[in-house]
């Protein structure tokens, strides 16, 4: 096992956003192959709708589990020991000037696309009153699932935040409860949670819900269970020394999104959100990096998130593309590789041209105002 401690040096002087940053490289670098399988397996999503069992990557869903896992691991390590000090406002407002920059930023991107798409013209079919309600309810991270031609999406100007809501949820439990919690009592919270994960996963049949009105109780249920495993194993030490690097770590993490469909394929999805990510996290946080590959998992770590919240207009775009211009398979793949590589591009640009200096911006005065 490897020690915590050992990666102390790894947190950022800043009292704001040493809470906030990663600590585990290989982690940060996982992350951010996590959030590219989800925007192949949206755009994937489009072209082999409705018949998922043919997607090569048709288990991409399953990423926002790792996230969940990764994020219970992640505020374990930088607010177990801390919260006390800083009080349960002041781990709100950092977890805030951490995520909400982007969830802003993702819903006036969600009506931009609406308003602009070329290749689904606004017809004004929801009036401005009911836009401003939308883009409110999306900047605020209140659902509202109203939005038919969007499948009553969450959040229907971004769709991606239906997860940054139960982030939120999980992060409130955490600072009033979960921060209290004796490692006995969290086991049993874990597997309650666990035993109403696979509920959930028996009665639907797999493990995709939490993203619309109809399927809302599944999100609380997957980030119920994954959230505290990865509290779990921050709080038990479970950091399992091994050499397999990021490229081997990335390559069994990739495994679990490109695994096909099965007949008991709720089970399958099951046992991979029970034991096999939080198996991933015990790995990544103790596994050896190359310095050769620690840029790469840097950069990985850092665009993941502005990545993840951004994509997801193009997303519209390409679907209503898809559906109006039916591209034959070259024009098709050609489409979503430069696609992907484009949203890769202006996930970098939006990080350093927008969230960073936000968020900089944001702990300035938070500091300023604590002095």
Partial sequence: MNKLKENTGNLEKSPVIQHTKQHFVILDGLRGVAALAVVVFHFMEWIYAPDSGKNFIGHGFLAVDFFFCLSGFVIGYAYDDRLGKMGIMGFFKARLIRLHPLVMLGSVLGLLALLFDPFAPYAGQYGTGKLILLF???ALLIPFPVMEDRGFNLFGLNAPSWSLFWEYVANIVYALVLCKLSRRYLIVLTVLAAATLC???YRAGNLLGGWAGENFWDGGARIAYSFSAGLLIYRSNWII?????????????????VMP??????VAEALVVLFYFPLLVALGAGSSLSPKLKKLCVFSGKISYPLYMTHYAAIWMFGNYFLSSKPGTTELYLVVSVGTAILIGFAYLVMVGYDIPV???LSSKWRQRQE
């Fill in 359 to 361: 968020r900089r911006y």
């Fill in 261 to 266: 469909h099965f007949e008991w394929n709720w």
């Fill in 199 to 201: 509920f959930v996963s």
């Fill in 136 to 138: 409110v309810c999306s």
């Fill in 241 to 257: 020394k091994n050499r397999l690097g990021f490229v081997g770590l990335a390559a069994l993490l990739s495994l679990a999104f």
